[in-house]
């Protein structure tokens, strides 16, 4: 059955402002082409499975898991992402269908997919719950959901922690994404519904010729760097408050030229 939640999203403003800030992403993509692999073969995405990747920005991981064979589809909030992931397809000449939806209510009927993916990207939902409960929905009985996320005590996860910090309390009561990336909170999360829990880290590498130069590539294409720079505008001591915070962070993880940044990844089968 195919969800049809027609009641007023209290989350849809929030919503909006994501999808605006994300809309910048794409120029990053390259520095998630090594994760999406990654990703894929964690999974063990195998040639004629029904893959969805959710929120699947650029469609790096989409696109990858479809050159091992696999029938995928990708879904994401950002029309400006979803066109660049169409372009990309195209180019790598792969057939995927991309559509604009939400994790929070996918537009798929149950038990649809053989295997779920999301990387970076289910996490900025706001209500975790409904997020894993429509995942799990269009997962089949003994498929496969996988997902890479951010540790919290990590590069992106304490990133998240200090732009938050610095913007307005929060009045929707969305959750920090940095949580997907705490495997005990996972657990809770996915419960009884899955099996075969497993978690494994990576790392990836983002080059960068200094600091300073990292930080004016996150105000550009990351899109809680990107929202937070917007708020703090018409407060200058502030913003440049925040900016020297975020440069502090960086040189801790900045050696040689990239920035390490450690991910978690996750692996379960959805119980009959």
């Known amino acids: 059955m195919e969800s049809t939640s027609t009641s007023p999203d209290p989350f849809a403003q929030f919503k909006a402002v ?8 794409a ?3 390259v520095h998630t082409i090594v994760a999406a692999a990654k990703l ?5 995405v195998r040639s004629g499975e029904r893959v969805l990747d959710v929120a699947c920005g650029t469609g790096v991981v989409a696109i990858t898991a479809a050159r091992s064979g696999a029938q995928v589809t990708g879904l994401d909030l950002t029309p400006e ?6 372009e990309s397809a195209r180019i790598a000449e792969m057939s995927i269908e991309f ?3 939400d994790v929070e209510s996918l537009p798929f009927d149950d ?10 990207g289910h996490i900025f939902a706001p209500r975790p719950p409904l997020a894993t409960r429509e995942m799990l929905r269009v997962l089949r009985s003994g498929g496969r959901i996988a997902f890479s996320t951010w540790p919290p005590e990590l590069f992106m996860g304490l990133m998240f922690k ?15 994404p940095q949580q997907w990336g705490d495997p005990n ?3 809770e999360r996915l419960a009884n519904a899955v099996s075969d829990l497993t978690f494994d880290r990576d790392l990836v590498f983002t080059p960068g010729l200094s600091s300073s130069h990292l930080v004016a590539d996150f105000e550009r294409i990351s899109g809680p760097v990107v929202k937070l720079v917007q708020t703090l505008k018409e407060d200058p001591p502030r913003l440049a408050e925040f900016r020297a915070a975020f440069k502090k962070l960086i040189e801790t993880y900045h050696k040689e030229n990239l920035l390490h940044q450690s991910f978690l990844m996750t692996r379960a089968t959805k119980r009959s």
């Open 40 to 44: 894929v073969r964690f999974a063990e």
């Open 27 to 29: 120029p990053f993509e």
């Open 185 to 187: 909170i996972v657990r």
């Open 18 to 25: 994501q999808r605006e800030g994300w809309k910048l992403f």
């Open 162 to 176: 200090l732009v938050s910090s610095y913007m307005p309390p929060p009045s929707s009561g969305a959750a920090p």
């Open 81 to 86: 992402l979803l066109a660049a992931a169409k």
């Open 99 to 101: 559509r604009e939806g």
């Open 111 to 120: 038990e649809a997919f053989d295997v779920v993916l999301s990387q970076f």
